[in-house]
Structures are given as structure tokens and as C-alpha cells.
């Protein structure tokens, strides 16, 4: 997580689910370049959220949730997309994205989550599928196959740290980049 | 479970994380070589066979590649006689005989075969 995609981080179980959600605002410069349309429906280009960057909130949210289960001690970095099936909805400006992790395997290479995205609209209240993800990360010290990584974690960094304390997790001193700066 | 139903779960697992079709899961492909498979995919073969199998496996058992990062098993790019001794102790389900010529570690991947996973696998069911 050298950028920080989420906004606030719900629910995290350890070795069993994280929750996060990602609201999106037609401030979002990417808004202003990516639109659809639907030229049978005789619909007019809508700026829309593009699935690759849905996609990084599923890895941010899968990635928070396997460095958890090793007390983000661990660089955890993507490593795989197995499979990611949209519904096909669109998710424009007003709307929610909520990410659900599910930790599927772990062990000292790497883990495994499922993902699911749902698009929440806060106007309505309604909530729809919008994803379901598979994906791989590596627990990048454990396979370096002589690859040099920086000593210090670039993935659980400050920034993460304060995603982590302002949905009201607590961080233990001894893994918290802040300390000591 | 007799080995051909073992090879048609391991032809499943290995369809679905490597992305190949069913024909070219034959059990002399090599999975690197002949089925694209990268490092990273050998953790997700392993949690896929566990998940199918319901068995528990240990990556460095099925694909023991880690001996190859050992310098006391390779020398100037080969293996060691030890190493190959070391090899063919913890790899039962492999045939090493292909391997055994030349004991290029580049060419030590080519060991992983279909037939060694289903091998692995049969063992352990």
C-alpha cells in the first residue's frame, strides 16, 4: 500500500474477513477521463469508476487483511489476479464501493482471498453486486529468489497506519513506521 | 482413489490456476515450460490441490526448489552430487533421470511435470 486507496477500513477479523469502503466523488480526476456509454440504450457518456482501480481496492482491502494475520510484520505485494467477474452495473460519482476479504489460505509464502465489491447507493440505500475477485499476494520476503526488497515495510507505511487508527484499530507500537519520526 | 482420478482433479486444479486448456494438461507437460506456470503460481497449485484434496501440503515438499538456493548444493550452476542425492531423497514423486545428464539448474523446473504432481498426490490420498 504505497498509495492509500480506501477510505475507511469497517470490519477486520483476523485470518477471516476485512471490510472497507471507497466512496467516489466526481472530484476524482480519473472521473473527468473515463466514461461509458451506451449507444443502443441511447445513453450518453457517464463518467464512470474503471474496474482496474476497483480491482486495487480489492487488493488493498485482501492485502490489509493478509499483513494482518501476521501483525503486518510481513511485505505483502499482489502477486495474482485468479479470476475477477463484474455484474456489469456501473459505479459513477455518489456511489459507494464496500470490498469484502475473505482469507481463503495463508501460509509463510502467501495467502489467498475472495473478494467481493458491492456498490452501495447512499441515496437510496441500495446495495448491488458488483464484483467477486480472486487474488494471490506474496509475502515478499519469503520469496525474494534473489530479488533485493528495501529493509523497511514500503507496504504497511505511515499513510496505512493512519487508515488503520482512523477506523478505530489499534496499532501496536513495535510495527508503527510513525514511531520514533 | 486410483491414479487416473487423481490426475483428472490435478488437471482440474492446474486448468483453473495456470488458465490452460484441458488438452494440454497431459501428464508429461512440464508445468513451467509447457503450461506457463510462474512462481507465484506454484503457491496457488498448492492451495488449490489442498482445497481439492483436503489434505495439507507444504510448498518446499511438492516442489523442493529451495535446495537449489542452498550454495552448498550447486556449484557453478550445476548440482551438486549432494545436492542431487538430497533432491531424489525429498523428491520420490519426481523423475529425476531426465534431470540427472546435465543437473543444469536452469533446467531443474523441467522436473515439475503432471505426472509428478499426480504422483505427489496419489501418495498422500
Known sequence: MRWTYLDVITDLVKDERCVAIRNISLAEEVLHDHFAMDEQAGRRPVPVMPNTLVIEGAAQCGGILTGHARDFKEKVVLAKIGKANFTGISAGPGTTLRHTAHLDRIDGSGSATVNTVELIDPHTGDVQPYAEIELMFSHVDQNRKGLAFPEHNFVFTDDFMDLLQRSGFPVDASIDPRQGT | ?125
Not at chain 2, 88 to 110: I, Q, T, W
Open chain 2, 1 to 125: 482413489m486410483t491414479e487416473n482420478e487423481v490426475f483428472e482433479k490435478v488437471r482440474t486444479v492446474l486448468e483453473d490456476a495456470l488458465g490452460v486448456d484441458e488438452d494440454e494438461v497431459t501428464k508429461d507437460a512440464t508445468l513451467v515450460g509447457d503450461l506457463g506456470a510462474e512462481s507465484i503460481d506454484f503457491l496457488d497449485i498448492v492451495f488449490r490441490l489442498e482445497k481439492s484434496f483436503d489434505i495439507k501440503i507444504d510448498q518446499a515438499e511438492l516442489f523442493p526448489d529451495n535446495v537449489l538456493n542452498d550454495p552448498a548444493y550447486v556449484q557453478d550452476g550445476k548440482v551438486t552430487d549432494e545436492g542431487f542425492a538430497l533432491l531424489k531423497e525429498r523428491m520420490p514423486h519426481a523423475d529425476l533421470d531426465g534431470f540427472a545428464d546435465n543437473r543444469d539448474v536452469e533446467e531443474f523446473s523441467n522436473v515439475f511435470t503432471v505426472q509428478a504432481v499426480t504422483r505427489f498426490i496419489q501418495a498422500r490420498v
